[in-house]
């Protein structure tokens, strides 16, 4: 299994707590900044997990779920929404085909719990710490696994 993650967000920012988690814990973490960079990621890399914001350019979240659903190359891929709209409802993305659903400024902790029911992590990997208490605790620094898309 590769343990690939795509996270899919717009803000500069906003992913960066959350993609330094997951590249701590051995995953391969990539972003795409729009709904067409993550279509056209997700279709030839085919992630292991996307998850997905839905304030996005170019399409936004809830055209990825569906074209995502719909397309036979990514239709059994798992999807994490990710969201700091308020009025997005979570049985909304749950019935467009989201397999969990988190609003931003939550404690990261559910989410990464989420991640890895989907994709679990190596041994190795395992006692890390536990998350940041919040989505925007701050920019890493040094080197990690994380690469753009694009």
């Known amino acids: 299994m590769k343990n690939e ?8 920012i906003a992913p960066v707590a959350l ?25 030839r890399n085919r992630p292991t997990l996307v ?4 304030g996005l350019p170019a399409g936004g979240g809830f055209s990825v779920l569906e074209q995502m659903r719909s397309n036979p190359t990514t239709c059994a891929i798992p999807v994490i929404v990710l969201t700091g709209d308020r009025t997005v409802e979570e049985d909304q993305a749950i019935k467009a085909g989201a397999n969990g659903f988190f609003i931003k400024g939550d404690d990261l ?9 989907w994709v679990p992590i190596s041994p190795e990997f395992s006692r890390l710490p536990s998350a940041p208490p919040v ?16």
């Open 51 to 54: 998850v997905l914001d839905m």
């Open 109 to 117: 902790s559910p989410l990464l719990a989420a991640v890895e029911k």
């Open 135 to 150: 989505w925007d605790s701050g920019i890493p620094s040094g080197n990690s696994s994380v690469s753009p898309v694009g």
């Open 5 to 12: 993650i795509l996270v899919v967000e717009d803000d500069e």
């Open 19 to 43: 993609m330094q988690m997951l590249g701590m814990r051995g995953y391969r973490v990539s972003l795409a900044r729009d709904a067409v960079m993550a279509m056209t990621y997700a279709v």
